[in-house]
């Protein structure tokens, strides 16, 4: 997207960003600001792709505290943090050069 401004950049990346400390409330909020506006295409798709991310990143950690009572889910729960803060923090880096990030796996329920 050539046509990207800068501040629409730093919103992709800041919507990337607070998914990593507001789970999916930063995102819903930057998606919910801007996905009435027409010129703001690439926020409103970066803001969506993070908010599913972040949503798919809830169930895992509700599933990893269910299976805390046998013990895996402490693994599991690590494992999904430390996916959501090294996926995160590709997705805001891409964001920032104005290039649209997919993340590797997550439940698209937002469209």
Known sequence: M???TDDQKTMAMLAHILGIFTCFVGPL????????KPDAAFV???AKEALNFQITMAIG???SGVLMMILIGFFTYIAFALASLILSIMAAMK???GVEYRYPFA???IK
């Open 2 to 4: 050539s046509d990207v």
């Open 29 to 36: 909020v930057i998606w919910l600001m801007n996905k009435d």
């Open 44 to 46: 409103n798709d970066q």
């Open 61 to 63: 950690y509700f599933a």
């Open 95 to 97: 964001a920032k050069e």
């Open 107 to 109: 439940l698209r329920l």
